[in-house]
C-alpha cells in the first residue's frame, strides 16, 4: 500500500475469503479490490446470512480471514490489528449495550474504555446524544429500540473513530428513528468519517454514495444508487389484480415474464428481452386467458430493490 | 490504568445492580452454614427413652435422671410390660429402651453380672446406631463411676477388675456435625461464587454482543477478565469472612489453628476457583453451558470427593485418584487440618503447595485459552 493511496481510501478491501466449515461454501468469498474513499458513506446491503456480518467483523479484526487481506488507514488487518483497534468504530447488529447501567454511566465506560472524556468529543456525538440527555439517568435496557441505537451510536463515536463500522444499525428499529439515523450518519459523513454499513432494507441503500451489493458471500455490484438504476434496463411493470396470490403463479407462468415477485402492494415483473408485449396486452391476457378482475398494470420505475432482485440471477 | 478501573467499576455495578443475585450470594452460605448447623446434624437430640424394669430399683431410678439430664435423651416414663412398650415405641412415642431383668441389682453383683437390654427403634439406622453407642456409654459411665463408688463406700468393691474400653473423640469431642460441614461449605460456596459468577459474567458479555465491542477497543483483551475477576474476588472475600463469622459466633467452632493461615490458603483457594471461572468461559460461549458446566463438573464433584460428604478412603481405587484432582478436596482438608485440629502450618505444607500449583496451571491455561479474537 502506497501512503498517498491510504490517505485517500482508509478502507482497502483486498479479496478477502472466509469460511467457517470445511465443506460449506465459504462466508465471504471477495474475489476484487475494494477501495472506499475518505469521507465515504459504503453500504452493503444484502438478505440475511449473505455474509455481512462476517465482513465487518473481519474488517473489525474480530475474525481472521482464511485468504485476502484488508486495510484500514494503510494496516493490514492480519498483523496490525491492535493499532486498527484504536482507529475503529463498531457497532455489531445485536449490540445491546449494558441494559442495567443508566445511559450515562454506558457512554462513560465506553469513553474511558478508550481513554477518553465524554466532553472531549462531545461535539461528534452532540447532535445525537442531546437527544438522550433526558433520559440520562434511565437505565439502558428501559430505551426504546431507536434510543438504543443512538446510544449505541453514540457510544462508538465517543472516542473520534476515523473509520466506523455499523453492521445493521437499523433493525429492529421504527421508521423515524432509521430516518433520524441516516440523517446522524449524513453529518457525521460530512466530519470526514469513513462510514460502512449494512443494512437489510433496500430503501436506506439509496442514502449511501456506493452500494455494494452482496448475496452468498459475494459483491455482485458495486456502484452508486444511481448507476444501479440506470444501468438496470429491462423492462419493468406493476401488476395487481384482486387476488394477488393466484396473480403471482399466473404470471410466473407466462412466456414472456423472466422474473416476478412482490413489491410492496403489487407484483413486479421484468419482461424478457425482446419481448413485444405492452402493459395492455398483459392486463388483456390476464383478463381473458386466466379471468382476473380488477386487472391494473402499467410501467414501473426501477429502484435498488428492483435491481437487487434482478442481480440474484446471475 | 484508567480503562482498568473503568472496567472494575463497571464490574461492581454490575454486581450491585443485580441485588438479587447478590442477596443469593451472601444469602446463600449463611443458609447453608445455620442449616447445616443446626437444622440437618448428624447429632442425636431429643430421643425418647423409655424403661421397662422388673422392680423399682433407686439404682435404675437415678440411671434413668442421669440418662434424662444429658442433652441427647429424654427420659418419658417407665413401662410395666414389653407389650406396653412395644406399643409406645410403635406409636412413636419412645425411640429407646432400657430392659432391665428381675433383680438386677442384686445379680450386678454375682459372677455371672447383670444385664442390661438396649433396644431401639431402627427405622433410621444412622440414628439408632448413635443411639445405642450412646446410651451404652452412659450406663457403663454410671455403673463405672457411680455405682463403684457406691460400691466401695459399702465395701462390697468386686474383686476383679473389668477390661473397659476408652474411647476419646479427638478435636470434636462433642461430635459436632459443623465441625465437618464448615470447610465442606466453604470450600463448596467459594467455589460457586468465584467459578460460576465469573464464568457466567464473562460469558454473558459474549452473549450479548458487548464482548464484540470490547475486544474492538485498545484494553487488552486479557485486562477485560481481570477487571471480571476483582470485583468477585471481593464478594468471595466477604463471604469468606461472613462464614467464618457465623462459624465462630454462632456455630460456637473454635479457630484452633492460626487465623492468618487459614485466611491465606483461602485467598489462595478463591484465585484458584476464578481461574476455573475464566477457564470454563474461554471455552464456551452461551451461560447455559458456563453454569452447566460449573454445576456439573465442578459443584457436584466438589460435593462427592472432596470428603466432605463420603470419606474418599472408603472410595475404590480410580475414584481416590480422580478426588485427588479435585481443588476443593486439598481446601477442605487444609482448612480442616488448620482450623479444626489447629495444626502447624508446615503440616499443611503438601495442600497449599498443591493448591498453589494447581492455581498457576489453570491460570496459563485460561491465559494461553484466551482469545481476543472471536474465531
Redesign the interface.
Known amino acids: 500500500m502506497a501512503e498517498s493511496n491510504s490517505d485517500r481510501f482508509p478502507v482497502v478491501i483486498d479479496g478477502l475469503v472466509k469460511s467457517?466449515r470445511k465443506n460449506a461454501p465459504p462466508a465471504v468469498n471477495l474475489g476484487e479490490r475494494v477501495e472506499i474513499g475518505r469521507g465515504e458513506l459504503f453500504g452493503i446491503i444484502g438478505p440475511d446470512g449473505a455474509g455481512k456480518t462476517t465482513l465487518f467483523?473481519m474488517l473489525?479484526?474480530?475474525?481472521?480471514p482464511d485468504s485476502g487481506t484488508a486495510f484500514i488507514e494503510g494496516t493490514d488487518i492480519r498483523s496490525g490489528y491492535?493499532k486498527i483497534?484504536?482507529l475503529?468504530g463498531?457497532?455489531?447488529?445485536?449490540?445491546?449495550?449494558?441494559p442495567?447501567?443508566s445511559v450515562r454511566?454506558n457512554l462513560?465506560?465506553?469513553a474511558?474504555?478508550?481513554?477518553k472524556d465524554i466532553d472531549e468529543n462531545y461535539s461528534l456525538i452532540g447532535g445525537i446524544y442531546d437527544r438522550l440527555k433526558p433520559f440520562e439517568k434511565r437505565k439502558a435496557g428501559k430505551l426504546s429500540g431507536g434510543m438504543k441505537q443512538k446510544l449505541a451510536l453514540c457510544?462508538?463515536l465517543i472516542h473520534s473513530p476515523s473509520v466506523l463500522l455499523l453492521d445493521e444499525p437499523t433493525t429492529g428499529v421504527d421508521p423515524s428513528s432509521r430516518r433520524e439515523l441516516w440523517e446522524n450518519l449524513a453529518g457525521l459523513k460530512e466530519s470526514g468519517m469513513t462510514i460502512i454499513v449494512s443494512t437489510a432494507y433496500m430503501d436506506e441503500a439509496d442514502r449511501c454514495d456506493r452500494v455494494a451489493m452482496m448475496k452468498s458471500g459475494r459483491f455482485l455490484t458495486i456502484d452508486s444508487p444511481e448507476d444501479i438504476i440506470s444501468k438496470f434496463g429491462k423492462r419493468l411493470l406493476a401488476v395487481r389484480s384482486d387476488e394477488m396470490f393466484r396473480l403471482l403463479r399466473d404470471l410466473r407462468s407466462m412466456d414472456t415474464v423472466s422474473r416476478c415477485y412482490t413489491f410492496g402492494d403489487s407484483h413486479h415483473i421484468v419482461l424478457k428481452q425482446g419481448a413485444g408485449v405492452t402493459a395492455g396486452s398483459i392486463a388483456r391476457e390476464l383478463t381473458e386467458r386466466f379471468s382476473h378482475t380488477g386487472v391494473e398494470v402499467r410501467e414501473a420505475e426501477a429502484t435498488l430493490e428492483d435491481c437487487y432482485m434482478n442481480l440474484e440471477e446471475k | 490504568m484508567r480503562e482498568f478501573f473503568a472496567f472494575v467499576r463497571k464490574e461492581f455495578l454490575h454486581i450491585f445492580r443485580d441485588k438479587r443475585t447478590l442477596l443469593v450470594l451472601i444469602g446463600l452460605p449463611t443458609a447453608l452454614i445455620v442449616l447445616f448447623g443446626f437444622a440437618i446434624s448428624t447429632e442425636i437430640r431429643n430421643v425418647n427413652v423409655g424403661l421397662l424394669s422388673a422392680d423399682d430399683d433407686v439404682y435404675v431410678t437415678r440411671l434413668m435422671e442421669k440418662i434424662d439430664r444429658s442433652e441427647y435423651f429424654t427420659y418419658v416414663g417407665a413401662f410395666r410390660s414389653e407389650a406396653g412398650l412395644d406399643e409406645a415405641m410403635r406409636r412413636g412415642q419412645v425411640d429407646a429402651a432400657l430392659i432391665f431383668g428381675k433383680d438386677f441389682m442384686s445379680s450386678l453383683y454375682s459372677p455371672e453380672g447383670a444385664d442390661v437390654a438396649v433396644v431401639v427403634d431402627a427405622v433410621n439406622p444412622n440414628n439408632a446406631s448413635m443411639e445405642v453407642m450412646y446410651l451404652s456409654g452412659m450406663i457403663s459411665d454410671y455403673f463405672k463411676d457411680d455405682i463403684v463408688s457406691m460400691a466401695s463406700y459399702r465395701q462390697q468393691m468386686p474383686a476383679t477388675g473389668r477390661l473397659t474400653p476408652n474411647l476419646r473423640m479427638l478435636y470434636n469431642p462433642q461430635l459436632k456435625s459443623s465441625y465437618n460441614f464448615v470447610p465442606g461449605i466453604m470450600g463448596l460456596i467459594l467455589m460457586l461464587i468465584c467459578a460460576l459468577m465469573t464464568s457466567v459474567s464473562i460469558v454473558r458479555e459474549k452473549e450479548t454482543g458487548s464482548m464484540e465491542v470490547l475486544l474492538v477497543s485498545p484494553v487488552r483483551p486479557i485486562n477485560i477478565v481481570i477487571a471480571k475477576m476483582i470485583p468477585y474476588f471481593v464478594v468471595a472475600c466477604v463471604v469468606l469472612v461472613n462464614i467464618l463469622l457465623l462459624t465462630i459466633f454462632v456455630l460456637k467452632v473454635p479457630v484452633a489453628g492460626s487465623f492468618f493461615w487459614m485466611i491465606l490458603v483461602s485467598v489462595i483457594y478463591i484465585i484458584l476457583s476464578l481461574g476455573i471461572g475464566m477457564l470454563v468461559s474461554t471455552l464456551v460461549r452461551t451461560q447455559i453451558i458456563a453454569t452447566l458446566i460449573c454445576g456439573m463438573i465442578f459443584l457436584v464433584p466438589v460435593m462427592m470427593f472432596s470428603g466432605m460428604l463420603y470419606p474418599i478412603e472408603s472410595m475404590p481405587e480410580p475414584l481416590q485418584w480422580f478426588a485427588q484432582i479435585i481443588p476443593a478436596k486439598w481446601f477442605i482438608e487444609a482448612i480442616r487440618k488448620i482450623m479444626i485440629e489447629g495444626t502447624p502450618v508446615r503440616y499443611v505444607t503438601k495442600e497449599i503447595l498443591i493448591l498453589t500449583a494447581m492455581a498457576v496451571v489453570v491460570f496459563t491455561a485460561a491465559v494461553a485459552k484466551f482469545n481476543d479474537k472471536l474465531d
Open positions: 467457517y467483523r473489525a479484526t474480530l475474525v481472521t491492535r483497534r484504536t475503529l463498531y457497532m455489531p447488529g445485536r449490540f445491546s449495550l449494558y442495567d447501567l454511566e462513560d465506560f465506553f474511558s474504555v478508550f481513554g457510544c462508538s
